[in-house]
């Protein structure tokens, strides 16, 4: 028996998930601004440098953009420490797990609830819309987290089950991230080109800086990938066995893949939504 159903649909853990969605959100928000601004930086230093601006001002500008880039990038990367917090503390508490020492990842649960009620306020008018509507509704809401997660089944067959859900969307949405990351570097080096044809030097260092970026999104893909076989290992390894440590193996696994901030957008998310559910619903009857 489980209460996995009930509990989810709590105010609490659906104030929580809600959340931790806009926290994510507001990650992506900090990572967009961020690029925007390593590229105005690059161009406007650029520029300024070949028309003879003198080369204290530039070196001081370019300081400044450097600066707010590193600010903003902070900024994202606690966004995404209490949005993956945010989430384990509701998978542990559906779970049943014990929280050692009241606290997660070294966040006191305090502070965990704290940071979620002061995004809700954020999030007013949204979080009116998603509270009490479902994941496969207009509103992409909160509510039955997890689904087709019978009373009737033991907790541990419940949690794996949750686990499972977890991992399958991930797997889904990846496809769709991959192409549109793909697709978008493409366009911006080609629109580069275009604006800055004359200027070989601004194309040569913002394609170097977009590599960079690129090249640290992958590193983050590349722990996402081994953490999700990983847990996919583990999951065999449980379905075999049925060992209850596996269980809380297989969640720090996912809480770590969690950290390291490789998170669809919520417009891409949302773009396939309606479809994913679908086959969700197929998938996990």
Known sequence: MNKINEVQNSKEIKEAIFSQKML???MYRYRIISFVILIVGIILVKILENNNINEIV???????????????NKLSSNKCKYAAAIQEFVDITLYEFEIIDNQIDDIKLEEIKEEMYETIKRHKKEYK???????????????????NISEDLEMKDAIIKCQKQNTWWDKE?????FIFKIVFTTILILTLVVLFRNMWQII????VSIAIEVYGLYK??????????E???SEDIYLKGKDEKILKDIQSKIF?????GYKVPDFLHNFKSMDLHEKYKRVFK
Do not use: C, M
């Open 58 to 72: 530039v070196v001081i500008i370019d300081l400044i953009f450097a600066i707010i880039f590193g600010l903003i």
């Open 129 to 147: 819309k998603q509270i009490n509507s479902t994941g496969d509704s207009p509103e992409h809401g909160v509510a039955d987290w997890y689904t």
């Open 204 to 207: 040569v260092i913002t394609a």
């Open 256 to 260: 770590e893949r969690r950290k390291t």
């Open 220 to 229: 983050k893909y590349k722990d996402y990938v081994r953490l999700s076989i």
């Open 231 to 233: 847990i996919k290992t």
């Open 24 to 26: 994510y959100h507001e």
């Open 173 to 177: 949405q990846d496809k769709i991230y």
